[in-house]
């Protein structure tokens, strides 16, 4: 399907689940900002709250987690997320396991979300400086078994019917990280409020100006769409991309 980024309008609402607190400002912060700003709703979901994250030995946990939420929330704030939910599984043991897939379900029939941004479950390979985190393979695993077929049953997890939670089909996922993806976001005008964004999680960057990094991938999607034939990505400085599926 050609430029199937014009057939696709910008979601009235959208959950963007991800497995750690600043992951989803990396990938797609850019693409929030965008739909935010074009009056969608967003939730964020995340699997943890990046209890590992950090090499100073003399922080309690406690403390690591309450920090690192607030540093997502502000995160949010930043892009116009409306919503932000913890389920708060241990960083770094994150398993696709029927427990994570009833916890996003119960999330995704709260919010139904029109569509989900995932991270790709199998893409374990990065570049040949980075393996991929076991706990985005694990959260994507899971998010996609939630959204097919788990929020669309009714005798899938009947306990969520006790708890209120009706069935709810997801139209569009968005899947970061795919080596062939097909639709592009064109973030340029919103590239400040995703650094921002970013800057916001300021235990995992207060060392780290991450300007260069961001504007080079962004630079490079932009390029990958035109290498693809995207009419509109003539345009684009910046980008972010997608694997997209769009369900019946």
Known sequence: MSDQEHQVPVPKSAMVIF???DDAEFVSAGTAAVWAEQGCEIT???GTSGDKGTSDPDIPTSELIEMREQEQRNAAEVLGVK???FLRYEDAMLVPDLDLRLAITRQIRKYKPEAVICQDPTKRYESRDYI???DHLAMGEAALAAIFPAARDHLTFPQLLQEGYEPHKVKYVFMIGS???DVFIDTTSVFEKK???LNAHVSQVADFDPTDLLRTWGRDIAAEARRRGK????EMELAEAYKLFVLD
């Open 19 to 21: 497995a750690h607190p």
């Open 44 to 46: 964020y979901l995340a």
């Open 83 to 85: 919503h932000v939910e």
């Open 132 to 134: 991929q985190h076991p």
């Open 179 to 181: 080596p062939e993806p």
């Open 195 to 197: 650094l921002a964004a």
């Open 231 to 234: 009419s509109s990505s003539w």
